[in-house]
C-alpha cells in the first residue's frame, strides 16, 4: 500500500510539473498563508535539475545546505498526508498552503518528507515540527530532504 501511495504520489507530481505553474497562479499562490521559517530560504538554494526524457527531478545541493545534513531544525510549514487515515507518522512537510489535492503547492525545494517519532492528526493549519535533517536525491521518489525522528511541536 504504502508503495502504491508513493508511486502515485509521484505521478502527480510529475503531471502537476513544479516548473511549469503558470504565473497566475503562482501569483495567487503567493497571496495565501506560507511559512516564514528561515530553512526554507537556506533550502530554495538546492537547484532543481529536470531529465525531461525520463521525467525525472534530481537535487545539486549547496554547501550551506549540506551543512545542515545530521543537525536537529525545526521548521514550519503545512502537511500533506501520504495516507487516508485518522493519524499518520509519514507526511509531506510543504512551505505554502496546499490548494490542491494532487500537485504539490510549490518547487520540489519547498517540501520536506517527514518521519515523526508518534502519529500526528491531520491539520490545515500551519505547524511546526522538530527533527533530524537528511538529504534525499532519489529520482524515484522527487524528494530531497528528510526531517527524520521528528516531532509535532506545541501550537
Not at 509521484?10 to 503558470?22: D, E, K, R
Not at 519547498?110 to 538529504?135: C, P, Q, R
Request: charged content about 30%.
Amino acid at each position: 500500500m504504502k508503495i502504491k501511495t508513493t508511486f502515485l504520489l509521484i505521478s502527480f507530481l510529475l503531471i502537476c510539473g513544479f516548473s511549469t505553474q503558470p504565473l497566475d497562479e503562482r501569483k495567487a499562490q503567493d497571496a495565501l498563508p506560507m511559512s516564514k521559517d528561515p530553512i526554507w530560504h537556506t533550502l530554495l538554494k538546492t537547484k532543481i535539475t529536470v531529465d525531461k526524457k525520463d521525467g525525472y527531478y534530481g537535487a545539486k545541493f549547496t554547501p550551506e545546505v549540506k551543512a545542515l545534513v545530521g543537525k536537529t531544525l525545526t521548521v514550519s510549514g503545512f502537511i500533506m498526508p501520504l495516507e487516508s487515515k485518522d493519524k499518520f507518522q509519514h507526511f509531506l512537510l510543504a512551505k505554502r498552503t496546499p490548494t490542491c489535492p494532487f500537485c504539490p503547492p510549490g518547487e520540489p525545494n519547498e517540501i520536506i518528507d517527514v518521519w515523526t517519532v508518534k502519529a500526528i492528526e491531520y491539520t490545515d493549519d500551519m505547524v511546526t515540527v522538530k527533527g533530524k535533517f537528511e538529504l534525499m536525491n532519489d529520482k524515484d521518489m522527487g524528494l530531497f530532504f528528510k526531517l527524520k525522528d521528528a516531532n509535532l511541536e506545541a501550537r
